[in-house]
């Protein structure tokens, strides 16, 4: 871990820090283009950044496959949506904190016969106290990061199929929160002291990471996928957390915040507009590329991660 530290260290640049206050204050570019009777799968739709990007591709004439938590929300979410613009809109229901209901939503999307165009990775959670999910992980590090992971990699073989598809992971700049890298030996957190800025900035490091190794899986297939910083926008993560942080967030974090427009601005860009025919590997703040923190680029702990991960879910196992 020291000889990571002080690889980092020298790594790093001023001239990333400058670039990324820069781009925070920039407008998303806008994709002119429709999207008319293509598939879009999106988790976490129900509410904030998901929400208003199903209604955007919608807009644009996309049919939606939305993966949520809650049956009712799901519902007036579709009923909503085919109502206002006369696409098909489906849903499944899962918990994407539960290993298990990760491989069954993502086996069922692998049995689709209709091609998914656009996959984007929207769901998130913030805690600020350590919370187990049922299979014993760090639900943070479960939700940002095995989730995506699971969802890629039963997908991988049906997109690859398709000649065709992009994936977008809804990152974020907080993963300069995890800015000596990843401990390998404490993913789940059990031999360092929690916090929440920490986990999460080590979850989107590892989010980032998975990306490295699925770009090179899909080299030369059609199918790309990138990480994007959806803004500093408002949503509802962090409602899990006690009441005086929903306080704090809601009379002092909330007011500095924008609209979740910009992000779903950003993510149609990304997943419709020519301009990133081709692009992959990449990580964008809202829709300016820009370079991740020194942890989120290192290739061998994105490999070693990469086979613990497969360890940790014993994925080629459960995968069929």
Same mark, same amino acid.
Request: charged share 25%; glycine share 6%; net charge positive.
């Given at each position: 871990?020291?000889?990571?530290?002080?690889?980092?260290?020298?790594?790093?640049?001023?001239?990333?820090?400058?670039?990324?206050?820069?781009?925070?204050?920039?407008?998303?570019?806008?994709?002119?283009?429709?999207?008319?009777?293509? @598939?879009?799968?999106?988790?976490?739709?129900?509410?904030?950044?998901?929400?208003?990007?199903?209604?955007?591709?919608?807009?644009?004439?996309?049919?939606?496959?939305?993966?949520?938590?809650?049956?009712?929300?799901?519902?007036? /979410?579709?009923?909503?949506?085919? *109502?206002?613009?006369?696409? *098909?809109?489906?849903?499944?229901?899962?918990?994407?904190?539960?290993?298990?209901?990760?491989?069954?939503?993502?086996?069922?999307?692998?049995?689709? !016969?209709?091609?998914?165009?656009?996959?984007?990775?929207?769901?998130?959670?913030? @805690? %600020?106290?350590?919370?187990?999910?049922?299979?014993?992980?760090?639900?943070?590090?479960?939700?940002?990061?095995?989730?995506?992971?699971?969802?890629?990699?039963?997908?991988?073989?049906?997109? *690859?199929?398709?000649?065709?598809?992009? &994936? &977008?992971?809804?990152?974020?700049?907080?993963?300069? #929160?995890?800015?000596?890298?990843?401990?390998?030996?404490?993913?789940?957190?059990?031999?360092?002291?929690?916090?929440?800025?920490?986990?999460? +900035?080590?979850?989107?490091?590892?989010?980032?990471?998975?990306? /490295?190794?699925?770009?090179?899986?899909?080299?030369? %297939?059609?199918?790309?996928?990138?990480?994007?910083?959806?803004?500093?926008?408002?949503?509802?993560?962090? !409602?899990?957390?006690?009441?005086?942080?929903?306080? #704090?967030?809601?009379?002092? #974090?909330? *007011?500095?915040?924008?609209?979740?427009?910009?992000?779903?601005?950003?993510?149609?860009? /990304?997943?419709?507009? +020519?301009?990133?025919?081709?692009?992959?590997?990449?990580?964008?703040? @809202?829709?300016?590329?820009?370079?991740?923190?020194?942890?989120?680029?290192?290739?061998?702990?994105?490999?070693?991660?990469?086979?613990? %991960?497969?360890?940790?879910?014993? &994925?080629?196992?459960?995968?069929?």
């Amino acid at each position: 871990m020291r000889k990571k530290t002080a690889q980092y260290i020298k790594e790093y640049k001023w001239s990333n820090i400058f670039a990324m206050i820069r781009n925070n204050r920039k407008d998303p570019k806008i994709c002119p283009d429709d999207f008319k009777d293509k @598939l879009v799968a999106i988790t976490g739709a129900t509410s904030g950044i998901g929400y208003v990007t199903a209604r955007k591709y919608a807009a644009r004439g996309a049919n939606l496959l939305c993966i949520n938590r809650n049956p009712k929300k799901s519902e007036t /979410l579709c009923q909503e949506i085919e *109502k206002e613009f006369g696409v *098909k809109c489906d849903y499944k229901i899962a918990d994407l904190s539960v290993i298990k209901e990760i491989f069954r939503v993502s086996n069922e999307m692998a049995e689709l !016969q209709t091609p998914i165009d656009v996959l984007i990775h929207n769901a998130g959670v913030y @805690l %600020t106290k350590r919370e187990l999910t049922p299979d014993g992980f760090e639900k943070v590090f479960v939700v940002h990061y095995l989730s995506s992971f699971i969802m890629n990699y039963i997908l991988m073989e049906k997109l *690859k199929a398709q000649e065709k598809s992009r &994936i &977008i992971m809804v990152g974020s700049e907080g993963h300069r #929160f995890a800015a000596w890298g990843l401990r390998l030996d404490d993913l789940n957190w059990q031999k360092r002291r929690y916090s929440g800025l920490k986990s999460y +900035g080590s979850a989107k490091t590892a989010q980032l990471l998975s990306m /490295l190794v699925f770009d090179d899986h899909f080299r030369n %297939t059609g199918v790309t996928i990138n990480t994007m910083h959806p803004g500093a926008v408002k949503t509802d993560t962090g !409602q899990e957390n006690g009441p005086v942080y929903r306080w #704090f967030k809601r009379n002092f #974090f909330d *007011k500095t915040l924008k609209s979740p427009e910009i992000s779903a601005e950003a993510l149609y860009y /990304l997943g419709v507009s +020519g301009e990133l025919d081709g692009v992959s590997g990449k990580f964008f703040n @809202l829709t300016t590329q820009e370079e991740p923190a020194p942890p989120a680029l290192d290739k061998e702990v994105a490999r070693e991660l990469w086979n613990e %991960t497969l360890k940790m879910t014993s &994925i080629t196992e459960r995968s069929h």
